[in-house]
């Protein structure tokens, strides 16, 4: 005979058995001296380990449902949906479902949802992908993928990727992209891509791409390229590109730049080139053929290498240019205010204020140097070589160099207003310098022979013109035109080539000179302590204008001394 067990049945717990007899008429059989009902009783205790289920035959089917709580009204209920097959955890008070906690689905591929479970949205094949808390969250076909928390994020097209958190993110099209928090960051057709935390950041076909945090940045089309934080950043069509903070900075086809920090910056269509810091500073122009790089914008303001600069550096100051209609390489400007250097080669600038070291269509304008000061111009015009031209300080001094002629190693030491020029002629322009001084001029303008080796040393207003090998020392107003020749003083004019001109010349010592030319002496005093001689022949003829006082005695051969009116002679 078989029994049925009581609906509960608990381990160490008395379960009571009561075996009843029924006569043929179904009714209970009694003990007609007792007049009670015959039973047999006995109570049973089930002790030992839990119950375990060794088989594979047992089914909870249909409307089945395990509760674990105080009651099948409090607690949390475990129960199988046949329409989505799935198991359902479901929390349960008064009788009452208040939330399914968890899902497992069969359907769609298997998938796991968590959080508020209700408010999710699940499309196509979800193979391996769960969604494991928070709310109003969409997996679409994205196979092991998941949603951890936040609120309204997305999942479409995309495999083995993962939002971790925040609200309204969104991986579209990817493969193995993360999203860790923020807010309405989005990661579209990227593979590998990263996005931290932050605002309104946008990765998109970029694939190893990151942005780390931050608001409004942009990565397009820029594979292994990287925004580490800062507001409305870009990088467009720039591989292996960076920003590292800032604001409004951009790097647009040019492959390994980078910006760090700083306020609308822009690199574009120039490799390998970098801005540090400062403000509104480019690198590139736009809608360029070609792209340059390897250059730098170290800070400051305004500072821009916008017509194809290579290996050229730009450290600090505002409104500074290197620039030109060819390529132009090497060159730096180091701080200042609306310095420039265009079209030429290895040249610099140090500082200082509107100072400019420019070129022309031709090339070969190499290596020149301003160190400082104001106002300062190498300016090499239309020739067809200029190489190695200093000004190293001072103001509005200029070396310049037009047409066809050859300015190289030149140099303006300080001083103001000072120039070294050559124009028109194909004459050779080397090797001259200006140290100091006021309004100093070499100039090559009337020579066509060439003006190489000239030197003035300070002083105002003097000038050297078509000479070679010549010097002017200090002084004011003084003009040389002929080679080989020197003045020392004020108002001097050479005349002649291989002459010294001095205005006074006072000597302490010993003068020795094979010759000694005098036009005019209006008034003049010798003394000596030892003897005079004139002449060196007894043909020479020694003429004295006015009275000769002879304080001795005079000697001689062939002697004659005459008066005016033919008397008294002597002989």
Known sequence: QSFRLPRDLRRDTNTDFRLRFLNSDMQYVQNLNENKI???????????SPIIIEKGDNLVTGSGTLVFGKSLDEGIKLEYVDDDESLKMTHVKGGVNQKVLQEFRGTKGGVQLGGDVAGHTTKGDLSGSAILGGKAHELQDSTGSAILSGEGNVMSGSELSSIISGENNQIIGSTRAIVVGGSTNQITSSNDAYIGTGTTN??????????????????????????????QNTIVGSNYAGILGGEQNVVSASRVASILGGERNEILLDRYSSIVGGEGNTIGRKNSV??????????????????????????????????????TYYNSIVGGYDNEIEDAIGSVICGGFENTISGSTNRNHDYHFIGAGKGNLISMGDGLLSEHNSIVAGENNQIKSNKDNYTINNIIGA???NIIRGILGVSQYRWNGIFCGYLNKIDGSDADAGTDGNFIGGGYSNLISGSDWSAILGGYNNTLKHDNSFIVGSNLTSTAPNTTYVENLNVAGQLTTLQITSSIISSSVLYSSGSNIFGDASTDTHTFNGDVSVSGDITGSNLLITSSAATNVVQ
Do not use: P
Request: glycine residues 20%; hydrophobic residues 35%.
């Open 202 to 231: 946008y990765v998109s076909k970029s694939d190893g791409a990151a942005i780390i945090t931050g608001t409004t940045n942009l990565i397009n089309i820029s594979d292994a390229a990287i925004i580490a934080s800062g507001d």
């Open 38 to 48: 015959i039973e047999i009783t006995s109570s049973l205790m089930i002790s030992g």
């Open 290 to 327: 070609t792209g340059y790089g390897w250059n730098f914008i170290g800070g400051g303001q305004s500072n821009g290498m916008v017509r194809g600069e290579r290996y050229s550096v730009i450290c600090g100051g505002y409104h500074n240019r290197i620039s030109g209609s060819a390529t």
């Open 415 to 417: 001083g103001e207003g």
